[in-house]
């Protein structure tokens, strides 16, 4: 089991910031972030591994970096250069059955363990 509590959302105007954190009460080698705008499916934002390798999607790529930091089981998301087309809930995610070294999922069905979500709104 791995629940998890994320935080940190809330309105900026774009071109701002905001950080994400989601608290992990157990260790996942695989963690990621998701988001989910009104009337859209859920999308996969970026990965990171258990050795800090991380993926991106392209929408996002030189604007969030996802860390963690696994002695806190804390993972994060820092988004920079905020859209408008950014506004969604954003999701954490843990896969537990990752193995050490294991190259992340980025589709949702990789995913067991999911957050409740922290709304993001980007103003123009």
């Known amino acids: 089991q791995v629940p998890l509590v994320e935080s940190g959302g809330g309105s900026v105007q774009a071109g701002g910031s905001l950080r994400l954190s989601c608290a992990a009460s157990g260790y996942a080698n695989c963690m990621a972030w998701f988001r989910q705008a009104p009337g859209k499916e859920r999308e996969g934002v970026a990965t990171?591994?258990?050795?800090?390798?991380?993926t991106y999607a392209n929408s996002v790529k030189g604007r969030f970096t996802i860390s963690r930091n696994n002695a806190k089981n804390t993972l994060y998301l820092h988004m920079n250069s905020l859209k408008p087309e950014d506004t969604a809930m954003y999701y954490c995610a843990a896969d537990p059955s990752a193995g050490f070294g294991a190259r992340c999922w980025t589709d949702q069905v990789g995913y067991s363990f999911w957050g409740q979500g922290t709304q993001v709104t980007v103003s123009s």
């Open positions: 990171i591994d258990s050795h800090g390798s991380t």
